[in-house]
């Protein structure tokens, strides 16, 4: 049986791309959860839930971050914001609409 052997290039341009990736879904959960967080505050019942709702977003967010810098080091990190940074201008664009 022969298995499949990436060589530097071919799996540095895999891992840029599974990181990004996974950067772009930590991110689209991220500013869905805002988009959330923004109508509890506009609804104006209490303050104390979207609040606890923000934290909870940044810890997420910063944990997420902290995991992968972690486990797989800078270029994964710098992949996964960059993915988050893309789905920002892209919920930028879509908020424009609205």
Do not use: K
Request: glycine residues 12%; positive net charge; proline residues 3%.
């Amino acid at each position: 049986m022969t298995g499949l052997y990436l060589n530097g290039p071919a799996s540095l341009a895999l891992q840029a791309g599974a990181c990004l990736s996974g950067g772009a879904l930590i991110g689209a959960l991220h500013f869905r959860t805002l988009r959330w967080n923004v109508g509890l505050l506009v609804a104006r019942r209490t303050a104390l839930l979207p609040a606890a709702l923000q934290l909870g977003r940044m810890a997420a967010l910063a944990g997420a971050l902290t995991v992968i810098a972690d486990r797989f080091g800078a270029f994964p990190l710098l992949m996964a914001t960059a993915g988050i940074v893309a789905v920002r201008a892209a919920a930028l664009r879509v908020g424009e609409r609205a």
